[in-house]
C-alpha cells in the first residue's frame, strides 16, 4: 500500500488541503491519503475551533471522496503532536506500508525545524506542493531531508485557515474557500457563535 498523509491543524480545513491532497494522490498514485489533525497543545486551545470540531469538519470534507480517510492517532494521543512519533507509531503499525507526508511550500521552508527531523527522513517520505504566497526556500533543507521530497505541481490557491478564521470572526462568509457542507456547518446556529465567542 501506498498511503498519503495529510497532517495540519484544519482549524478550519479548506480547499487548498484538499487539492493539495488530490494532486499528490494522483501523482503518486496512492492508493489512500489519510488526513490526520494535529491535537493543539492546551495554551493554544482557545486560538480556534476545537479537535472534536477539527475532526468533525474534515469528515464533512472529505465525504465523497472514497480514496480520502480520516486518522485520529494525534489527537488520542494529545499533548504536542510531533510528526516523528506519529509516522514512527505508523511504521510500526503497518510495515508493508509506503507513507508519503504532505506538506505546502511554508512548511518545505520550516523542515530544517522539525523535531528530530533526519529521524524522520528514515520514516516518510514528504510530497511538497506548492503553495499560493510562499517562495520555496530549497538551499534550507538538509541534504538527507532534501532527498526524500518529491514535488508536485498544484494551482495556486492563497487560502489558509488564518484568513478564514479572521473572515468568521468578523462576520464575513467562507463561502467556496470551504466545501459547501463545511460552510453549511460553520454557518449553522451555534457553531458560528461559539467560535466567535472563544477568539474574542
Ligand atoms: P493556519 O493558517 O492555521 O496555519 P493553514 O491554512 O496553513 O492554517 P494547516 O492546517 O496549517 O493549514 O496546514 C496543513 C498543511 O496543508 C501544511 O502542510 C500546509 O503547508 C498545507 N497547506 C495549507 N494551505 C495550503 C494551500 N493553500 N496550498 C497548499 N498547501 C496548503
Ligand atoms: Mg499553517
Known sequence: MKIGIMGGTFDPIHIGHLVAAETVREGLKLDEVWFMPSHIPPHKAEAGFSAEERMEMVELAIGTQPAFRTLDIELRRGGVSYTVDTMGELVTKYPDTRFH????????????????????????????????????????????????????????????????????????????????????????????????????
Open 101 to 200: 507526508f504532505i506538506i505546502g511550500t511554508d512548511m518545505v521552508n520550516y523542515l530544517p525545524k522539525w523535531n528530530r527531523i533526519e529521524e524522520l527522513a528514515g520514516l516518510t517520505r514528504f510530497a511538497a506542493v506548492g503553495r499560493g504566497g510562499y517562495e520555496l526556500h530549497q538551499e534550507v533543507v538538509p541534504e538527507a531531508v532534501a532527498s526524500v521530497i518529491d514535488y508536485f505541481d498544484m494551482p495556486q490557491l492563497e487560502i489558509s485557515s488564518t484568513e478564514i478564521r479572521s473572515r468568521l470572526k468578523s462576520g464575513r462568509s467562507a463561502r467556496y474557500l470551504v466545501p459547501e457542507n463545511v460552510h453549511d456547518y460553520l454557518q449553522r446556529s451555534g457553531h458560528h457563535a461559539a467560535y466567535a465567542r472563544t477568539i474574542d
